[in-house]
């Protein structure tokens, strides 16, 4: 190197040391290192030992003179740039020539003037220092540039890594090898909320830890490669759990607050030996502090460069972590959106032929009473049960906003007596009083029909459930100073308590444990309630003055200046049956599902074929007319869906899907393969019914509330 220290170096060359003495004299105040060589063959050595910011030289010199030794040091690389000044007392025009030619770059007459001498060699010391300044910042950026292009070369690969391990590995192997340290140590926490909880054993093979490292160490750490680092306490270091980057050189490292904790890390060999510390924090777009990436060991300290490079990388790093997060995320919500999907259909599944079984014997004028009594237990239990699994695909469309409405102009206070009715029965079961007050004068809306009945039957029946015997409820309409129309339920029930008021529209949230235990249900009603009122444009809020004082529901919404184009009006418990023949191919694999089915269907005067599979069902579209096929999606040899395409290629006919899926995406499908209609297990017999009478031209078109499918 060219300083020591901040010094440039000077070498002075001359056979007579009292010459050298004087020169030195000279040059003693300017902030140098002067180097002294007596011949020659000694300023050679030194030239190849150091830098020099230039060379003062004598010509005349025993063995070799001046001109000899500047030749040999330009012929140097290293020195054949460096200024050469020749000293010498003769003024000629020929030495001064060859001199020049030989590489000089000035000549210094003696006796030596110290003004002249000190103020050229200032001007060359002071050219050397800018020189080496431009070149290291050339070298800087030429390093910048190539830890750039290295990160933008990483950023591909660091997404495109298929794991989180994986990318996180990546990441510290790209970290060590941009900044040039010889070791690098990500920890990427999991003990935070919202992070994957990935297993990682201690060593004893036992138990969860706070943190999951991944190290990448040069050839001088060879020994740490592969072995396992145990990095809990170091999450909880300042470092660690710090928002903002860390560098420190070796001696400010000992002085650092983790310090104490490094020593006693290295002293168990958790870690390897720090020399010195580079670090950026792995932080979230939500503030979370996910980790953070070390690097230690650099040749040369860390400098704002490099932290610059590696906050960059963390930032990258972060992108990709989130990413794959966020993928997790998906899949999971995919795999719980099949699970609930599945579950549903195995639950509905055998749910259909008890409906529909019930169904056939409480239109039997031969069963009595008191089996009729037990028939309505088991029918408003299996359509309770059907409601429970209803409102958790409920649940999963609205968590993903996939409910679609169809909106129309609708009177409020009919919907609300309609809701009414479909209760009354259970209303009657428990002697309770129920008042209506529809009181509204604003009480047209645009709504859908049966995703507003929705909401007031879930009240109601919430109403009905948490009210005593003898108990009494109040359903009103009136209109808001707002301009807004509102209804309420109100109950003298067991109440709620003011600490659960703010979390009643939870999903599964039904107050004390001890009301899930007495009531039971899934507390789905309210969220979903809630969730249609606000896509309706409108709220639903719950007020009560306590345990045992009742509860009071209010739906508001707004009103519309338009006119309903429809009478609304409940479905019929059993139709009158068709006043023409009609021929319905039903498909159904589950045989008591159609043994039941068919009884029920002929009982209204259908003429009804069944088949079990697709090839049966060919085989009776093949040698048979019909006017409604009636099929199972999910058939031992193919699926209803196919079916039905083929079936619509040869035979005008309308189609009725029955399925235990009843997702919206299954719903499309099935509309998609022809089915006009898509009805979900357990099958509600009256609205088979409707959909044939609809699909035939028989009867116009019922709009009701599905209790079940």
């Given amino acids: 190197m060219s300083v020591n220290g901040d010094k440039a170096a000077v070498l002075m060359v001359d056979d007579r040391p009292e010459k050298l003495l004087a020169l030195e004299a000279i040059l003693s105040d300017l902030p140098l290192t002067l180097v002294r060589a007596h011949s020659g063959r000694e300023a050679l050595r030194c030239v190849l030992n150091q830098e020099f910011a230039a060379i003062l030289l004598d010509i005349n010199m025993?063995?070799?003179?001046?001109?000899?030794?500047?030749?040999?040091?330009?012929?140097?690389?290293?020195?054949?740039?460096?200024?050469?000044?020749?000293?010498?007392?003769?003024?000629?025009?020929?030495?001064?020539?060859?001199?020049?030619?030989?590489?000089?770059?000035?000549?210094?007459?003696?006796?030596?003037?110290?003004?002249?001498?000190?103020s050229k060699v200032?001007?060359?010391?002071?050219?050397?220092?800018?020189?080496?300044?431009?070149?290291?910042?050339?070298?800087?950026?030429?390093?910048?540039?190539?830890?750039?292009?290295?990160?933008?070369?990483?950023?591909?690969?660091?997404?495109?890594?298929?794991?989180?391990?994986?990318?996180?590995?990546?990441?510290?192997?790209?970290?060590?090898?941009?900044?040039?340290?010889?070791?690098?140590?990500?920890?990427?926490?999991?003990?935070?909320?919202?992070?994957?909880?990935?297993?990682?054993?201690?060593?004893?093979?036992?138990?969860?830890?706070?943190?999951?490292?991944?190290?990448?160490?040069?050839?001088?750490?060879?020994?740490?490669?592969?072995?396992?680092?145990?990095?809990?306490?170091?999450?909880?270091?300042?470092?660690?759990?710090?928002?903002?980057?860390?560098?420190?050189?070796?001696?400010?490292?000992?002085?650092?607050?983790?310090?104490?904790?490094?020593?006693?890390?290295?002293?168990?060999l958790e870690i390897p030996p720090v020399v010195g510390m580079l670090a950026a924090p792995l932080m979230g777009r939500d503030g979370r502090n996910m980790g953070v990436i070390y690097l230690s060991d650099k040749p040369g300290d860390f400098n704002p460069d490099d932290e610059a490079i590696l906050v960059q990388l963390s930032q990258m790093a972060v992108v990709a972590i989130e990413n794959h997060l966020s993928a997790e995320a998906r899949e999971a919500n995919r795999a719980k959106d099949q699970f609930i999907a599945v579950l549903s259909h195995e639950l509905r599944t055998p749910l259909t032929p008890v409906l529909a079984t019930v169904a056939s014997l409480q239109n039997d004028k031969r069963i009595p009473q008191d089996l009729q009594d037990d028939l309505k237990v088991i029918r408003r239990n299996v359509e309770l049960e059907a409601r429970l699994i209803d409102d958790l695909l409920d649940l999963t469309r609205i968590s993903k906003g996939k409910i679609e409405l169809n909106l129309e102009v609708l009177d409020l206070n009919e919907l609300v007596r309609e809701a009414a009715n479909i209760c009354r029965t259970d209303i009657a079961e428990k002697s309770i009083e129920l008042a209506m007050d529809l009181r509204a004068h604003r009480k047209f809306v645009k709504a859908d029909a049966t995703r507003l009945q929705q909401v007031f039957w879930n009240l109601l029946k919430n109403a009905v459930k948490f009210t005593p015997a003898q108990g009494r409820i109040l359903l009103e309409t009136f209109d808001t100073d707002e301009g807004r129309v509102c209804a309420r339920v109100s109950d003298t029930g067991i109440g709620i308590d003011s600490d659960i008021i703010p979390r009643i529209f939870n999903a599964f949230e039904q107050?004390?444990?001890?009301?899930?235990?007495?009531?039971?249900?899934?507390?789905?009603?309210?969220?979903?309630?809630?969730?249609?009122?606000?896509?309706?444009?409108?709220?639903?809020?719950?007020?009560?003055?306590?345990?045992?004082?009742?509860?009071?529901?209010?739906?508001?919404?707004?009103?519309?200046?338009?006119?309903?184009?429809?009478?609304?009006?409940?479905?019929?418990?059993?139709?009158?049956?068709?006043?023409?023949?009609?021929?319905?191919?039903?498909?159904?694999?589950?045989?008591?599902?159609?043994?039941?089915?068919?009884?029920?269907?002929?009982?209204?005067?259908?003429?009804?074929?069944?088949?079990?599979?697709?090839?049966?069902?060919?085989?009776?579209?093949?040698?048979?007319?019909?006017?409604?096929?009636?099929s199972d999606i999910g058939l031992p040899d193919g699926s209803g869906l196919d079916l039905m395409r083929q079936a619509r290629m040869t035979h005008p006919l309308s189609g009725i899907a029955l399925s235990g899926f009843g997702m919206e995406h299954d719903i499309r499908r099935s509309k998609e393969a022809g089915f006009a209609e898509h009805l979900t297990k357990p099958l509600n017999f009256q609205l088979l019914i409707d959909a044939i009478e609809r699909l035939t031209s028989m009867v116009e078109p019922a709009v009701s509330v599905p209790l079940v499918g």
């Fill in 62 to 118: 025993p063995g070799m003179d001046g001109f000899e030794t500047a030749s040999l040091i330009r012929q140097r690389k290293s020195s054949e740039h460096t200024p050469i000044i020749f000293v010498t007392a003769y003024h000629d025009e020929v030495f001064m020539s060859r001199g020049y030619s030989l590489g000089a770059v000035d000549y210094i007459l003696q006796p030596v003037v110290p003004e002249i001498l000190r």
């Fill in 122 to 268: 200032s001007v060359f010391v002071d050219l050397h220092r800018k020189t080496r300044q431009v070149m290291e910042q050339a070298r800087s950026l030429q390093q910048r540039a190539a830890q750039l292009q290295k990160l933008a070369s990483a950023s591909v690969a660091i997404n495109a890594a298929n794991s989180m391990a994986r990318t996180l590995q990546f990441i510290t192997d790209t970290a060590r090898d941009v900044i040039g340290s010889e070791q690098a140590i990500t920890l990427f926490r999991t003990d935070i909320d919202g992070l994957p909880h990935e297993t990682s054993l201690s060593p004893d093979g036992h138990g969860r830890s706070e943190a999951r490292g991944f190290s990448s160490f040069s050839e001088k750490y060879a020994d740490w490669r592969g072995r396992p680092l145990r990095l809990d306490m170091a999450a909880k270091s300042a470092v660690a759990t710090s928002y903002v980057p860390t560098r420190l050189t070796p001696a400010q490292l000992k002085g650092h607050p983790d310090y104490s904790l490094i020593l006693h890390l290295q002293t168990q």
């Fill in 511 to 630: 107050g004390r444990s001890s009301i899930t235990r007495q009531f039971g249900g899934l507390g789905l009603g309210l969220a979903i309630s809630k969730a249609l009122m606000e896509q309706h444009g409108g709220t639903l809020k719950a007020t009560s003055e306590g345990s045992n004082k009742g509860a009071t529901f209010s739906a508001v919404m707004p009103v519309t200046s338009e006119m309903p184009q429809t009478t609304y009006h409940t479905p019929r418990l059993v139709a009158t049956g068709p006043q023409r023949q009609i021929r319905v191919a039903l498909v159904e694999d589950h045989r008591d599902t159609a043994r039941v089915m068919s009884k029920l269907l002929r009982g209204n005067g259908y003429t009804v074929d069944c088949a079990h599979s697709v090839t049966e069902a060919l085989a009776l579209l093949k040698n048979n007319s019909y006017d409604v096929l009636v």
